[in-house]
């Protein structure tokens, strides 16, 4: 039996609009330009953090259909608090990621000891050779996954405003379910607009910091609209 939380959402996400939501703000200037100072401060923790809680906040103003969703920057508090939460949601992941892969790395550097202590020799080089090369591949395909998987917790943190969908497995891999062509196309048209900011003194005129925090908000745009018609998130969208 079909349930409602199975049914595809309505209407279309615009893509289009996507790559070009931020220009229809009068203030988009001075909004991006101090999004490109935040996000060349990144290299300190605070500027990560206000460009992280700037996302969020851009996602759920875009989810809730605001016409220009872009967010003043002001309620410092507020950003920093978002941030915060978005920082740790992926400090989380990152560690799911770090920690097996460091068990299996220090069990394989003793298997390793053991063999070579037992004059293992060329077999010992070969061993090592193929499990740099295995664990180097391994960590390539989680991390790929990770960035397939974790913006979807981040866009239902966006919008139900809780950490715990952090720990959310099934429910965040059940967003990506049941959007997962344009799902895949938002974060596609991310990544074309993440290539395009690096020509960003030249196409957009504003610096390559601009230009990335602007790849940015093109992220956060379409994640929002496919939150605001999916059947789950879509009333917590509208309501908040």
Known sequence: MTTSADRPPSGRVDFGRALGFVFEDPEWLKKILLGGLFTLLSMVVVGTLLVAGYWVRLLRRAAR????????WSDWGGLFADGIAAFGIYLVHVLLLVLPLGAGGCLFGLVA???????????????????????????FVVALLLAVYVPAVLT??????????????RENLGFIRRNPGEYLLALAIFLVAHF??????LLLCVGVFPATFWSYCVLAYPLAQIARRDPLLGPAATSS
């Open 196 to 201: 395009i900011s690096q020509f960003g003194v």
């Open 156 to 169: 239902r943190f966006a919008v139900l405003g809780r950490f715990g969908v952090t720990f959310e497995l």
């Open 65 to 72: 259909g605001e016409a220009r969703p872009l967010p003043e």
């Open 113 to 139: 000891a053991l063999l070579d202590k037992k004059g293992g020799g060329d077999a010992v080089g070969v061993l090592a050779g193929a499990g740099i090369l295995a664990l180097s591949a391994l960590v």
